[in-house]
């Protein structure tokens, strides 16, 4: 069974702080992951995607990929209100066809 | 901007009934997919279509059947609702091994 853990929270943190949210995954040969973000009562909108090892920032956003641990992180720098979400985690293990599993989702809770 | 809409956004259907869910991309994806998504349990992978006419039994497929005979639809059907089924239906679409993308989200309630 191919697995995606998260923590699933709530993790508060005040405004102005860093957000870190973690994930692991079960198999070697995942290639490609993605976080995504999802109000209440609404879908999951993508918000980073990271396919090689190392950081990747967008805005205040950052994604971090560690195939070696089978771990990716998402840090939310200078957090908002508006962060308040479930941030869910996502890693594709379908090889070439690419079949997409996800975390249960972490609940951030940003505290003005 | 990619665009994949689901049919109905609230659903209200009787125990036994057949009930279909229609999901329709307009980006040419080779993936799409059916997920449900309950408190506690996040979103569990029911059925995936990597092409037409194929598809691949995800987590949780009892009960479901699915049926993608264009490349831009891909339908979920309850092929006898029962009230465990009432839950947030969610369609998404992908290149091979990028991104999804979902639609707005179907949720229906078997009483």
């Known amino acids: 069974q191919k697995e995606v853990e998260q923590n699933s929270g709530p993790l508060s943190v005040p405004e102005g702080a860093i957000a870190s949210l973690n994930c692991t995954y079960s198999d070697r040969v995942s290639q490609s992951f993605f976080w995504y973000r999802q109000y209440s009562g609404k879908s999951p909108e993508l918000i980073m995607s990271i396919y090689s090892n190392g950081d990747k920032e967008d805005g205040r956003f950052t994604a971090q990929l560690n195939k070696a641990s089978q771990y990716v992180s998402l840090l939310i720098r200078d957090s908002q209100p508006s962060d308040s979400a479930t941030y869910l985690c996502?890693?594709?293990?379908?090889?070439?066809?690419?079949?997409?599993?996800f975390g249960k989702g972490t609940k951030l809770s940003v505290k003005p | 901007d990619v665009k994949v809409t689901q049919s109905s956004r609230y659903l209200v259907k009787r125990t036994g009934e057949k009930v279909f869910l229609e999901c329709v991309q307009d980006m040419d994806h080779e993936n799409m997919f059916w997920y449900r998504q309950d408190p506690g349990l996040g979103l569990r992978l029911i059925y995936f279509?990597?092409?037409?006419?194929?598809?691949e039994k995800g987590d949780i497929p009892e009960g479901y059947s699915v049926s993608r005979e264009k490349k831009e639809r891909f339908s979920l059907i309850l092929e006898s609702a029962s009230t465990n089924q009432t839950s947030m239906y969610l369609c998404?679409?992908?290149?091979?091994?990028?991104?999804?993308?979902f639609g707005q989200g179907t949720r229906l309630t078997v009483v």
């Open positions: 996502a890693v594709n293990y379908g090889g070439s066809q690419g079949n997409l599993i």
């Open positions: 279509s990597y092409d037409v006419k194929m598809k």
């Open positions: 998404a679409s992908s290149l091979r091994v990028t991104e999804a993308f």
